[in-house]
């Protein structure tokens, strides 16, 4: 079943289109792509998982890298590819998959207005903060809260790196996130949460994720409506004020829990970025 349909922007297909022929689109880890294909089916032989993730070394050391991060918070070391396909539960290895492929082809260069580390530490911030939120009022959700959160911001750095009209605009103007989205559809005709669905797709990665990054300043998808309260975090800028009165009016809960929430989720998200870059 669909949960997302809509019309899609002629100027951001043009823009995503160019990308793809000057090759500035980076293609998504071959092995990572199986290996999520896999997992989405209910009879897959979870060891055939682990062999195909173990078939390439550089995803394997990212895969148990992530695993053994506070994003998934591990009882015990894992050590192996095989102990983690064991120890998650399918979610959490699907998240896992998505997070360490993206990892892989973001940028991990400096250029004019993209810092990796302030990219990656705001990105971490954002989805431990969704999880954590997740985790008090729709548990299930918690590791797509947290992957979808993670991603929201995925196409600025190539954007960054291969558009300079994209880099002085952002430069130049951005006063808040969701000022940027506003402004980039005014100046340029598309905004980097479109690019960012058009990356998902291209991809392949699951529809309604692609949704949620690409909707997440704009409208609320089904199902992931607290990883998109969470684009509202901004780093040290962001606005608290905000962000509380916002969980209050969309999840019911009061000020205190939504700074507990930003406190734990704060204390984990660096070391969270750290396993990204």
């Known amino acids: 079943m669909k949960l ?20 500035d689109i980076p293609s998504f880890p071959s092995v990572v792509a199986e290996a999520i294909e896999k997992v989405a089916r209910p009879d897959v032989d979870l060891g055939d998982v682990a062999s195909t993730i173990s078939a390439d070394p550089k995803i394997t050391l990212a895969v148990l890298k992530l695993a053994n991060s506070p994003a998934f918070a591990p009882r015990t070391p894992i050590t192996s590819v095989p102990q983690a396909v064991v120890l998650l539960g399918r979610n959490q290895l699907e998240s896992l998959l998505i997070a360490s492929g993206v990892a892989e082809v973001i940028p991990s260069q400096a250029t004019t207005g993209y810092s990796p580390h302030a990219f990656w530490s705001t990105a971490a911030l954002r989805a431990a903060v969704a999880a954590e939120m997740a985790s008090l009022v729709a548990p ?6 947290f992957t979808a959160a993670l991603l929201q911001d995925m196409a600025q750095p190539i954007l960054f ?87 209050t009016r969309r999840f019911g809960v009061d000020e205190d829990t939504v700074l507990q929430v930003f406190e734990r989720a704060a204390e984990r998200a660096a070391d969270i970025a750290g396993a990204f870059h």
């Open 161 to 247: 790196h291969h558009d300079p009209t994209y880099a002085d605009l952002v430069v130049a103007s951005c006063d808040s996130h969701h000022e940027l989205a506003r402004r980039e559809r005014e100046v340029l005709g598309w905004t980097h949460p479109e690019i960012g669905g058009m990356l998902c797709e291209n991809w392949g990665l699951p529809e309604q994720l692609t949704a949620s990054v690409s909707a997440h300043h704009d409208e609320t998808i089904e199902g992931f409506e607290i990883a998109q309260w969470a684009a509202l975090i901004e780093g040290p800028d962001t606005d608290m004020e905000l962000l509380i009165a916002e969980a």
């Open 4 to 23: 997302f349909a809509r019309k899609k922007n002629e100027k951001a297909t043009n823009r995503f289109e160019h990308l793809l022929r000057a090759d």
């Open 140 to 145: 299930s959700t918690e590791y797509e809260q």
